[in-house]
């Protein structure tokens, strides 16, 4: 059996090289530059291909009995290119369509179900609703098995390193828009590679699921409070006003969490734990991550 990988040098994508390869499968990496340590260290095929080379992809997916696919908006001096991420998700589903793949595995986003209006946060809108353009250009295309794995907030943004919610690092503590009593559905990213190895592995079971993808469910005050026990430093719940948040270097995508303390985030740990997926919880990761 042979996989095709998208972004099997990013997070996701690597997760998911590892998860196969440990499981047996035969795994081709999607790579622009086959020459790079980052392509060469993932120890498996790697395939030559570019997602804005729709040619490129139809020989990428050739034999292939599976595509994992993940894209990410390519960011220009303007901002985030939506269309381009768009884009580049349909011309993975047109090559493996032409190539007879049968199975299709896609990572949206959690919420990504259905066009979306954002006026105060225009990045959230443009993004979430691509996210949901591609879910329904997988949804409608016609393959025999498909699957759409839709993932939360992504314990990796609460890296001591992340400038995404320590702008000031640890000691400036937490900065963000969501508010001590919002709850997050947390994402491990290291949870997504168990999760593809089993779509792969039992197809039919998977087939048209949708899942709301969450490793751990916890509100804000929760999460301060597993971080404060894993670093050793006291840390709060953020209640910030924009203005604040800002002053205290809160990057533009930071302001559209805002909406979440208002609409919730879909994912729920039970809806992957009734599918018998493997999950890590935020307490288990902040554990070994940041010990």
Do not use: C
């Amino acid at each position: 059996m042979s996989v095709l990988v998208t972004g099997g040098t990013g997070k996701q994508g690597g997760a998911v090289v590892r998860a196969l390869a440990e499981a047996g499968v035969g795994v081709r990496a999607l790579v622009r530059d086959p020459e790079s340590e980052r392509a060469k260290a993932l120890g498996v095929e790697l395939v030559t291909g570019d997602l804005n080379d729709r040619e490129s992809l139809v020989r990428a997916t050739k034999g292939a009995q599976a595509v994992y696919s993940v894209q990410m908006p390519p960011f220009t001096g303007d901002g985030f290119d939506f269309a381009a991420e768009l884009a580049q998700a349909g011309n993975l589903v047109d090559a493996a369509l032409e190539s007879g793949v049968p199975q299709f595995v896609q990572t949206t986003v959690d919420g990504a179900n259905g066009r979306i209006r954002d006026e105060r946060f225009p990045i959230r809108e443009a993004s979430m609703n691509t996210k949901a353009a591609i879910g329904e250009r997988v949804r409608d295309a016609g393959f025999e098995r498909w699957t759409l794995l839709k993932p939360g907030f992504f314990m990796e943004n609460f890296l001591p390193s992340s400038a995404y919610l320590f702008p000031r690092g640890v000691e400036g503590g937490i900065v963000s828009m969501l508010k001590p009593a919002t709850e997050l559905a947390l994402f491990a990213v290291r949870d997504m590679g168990p999760a593809v190895a089993a779509i792969v592995a039992d197809p039919d079971r998977f087939h048209r699921v949708e899942l709301e993808f969450a490793s751990d469910r916890l509100s804000m005050a929760e999460i301060a409070a597993v971080l404060s026990r894993a670093l050793g430093t006291e840390l709060t719940a953020p209640d910030l006003t924009l203005e604040q948040a800002r002053a205290a270097g809160m990057p533009a995508m930071g302001a559209g969490h805002d909406r979440l303390n208002e609409t919730g985030m879909a994912g729920r740990p039970e809806y992957a734990r009734a599918l018998g997926l493997p999950l890590t919880s935020f307490e288990t990761w902040a554990r070994e991550q940041l010990a």
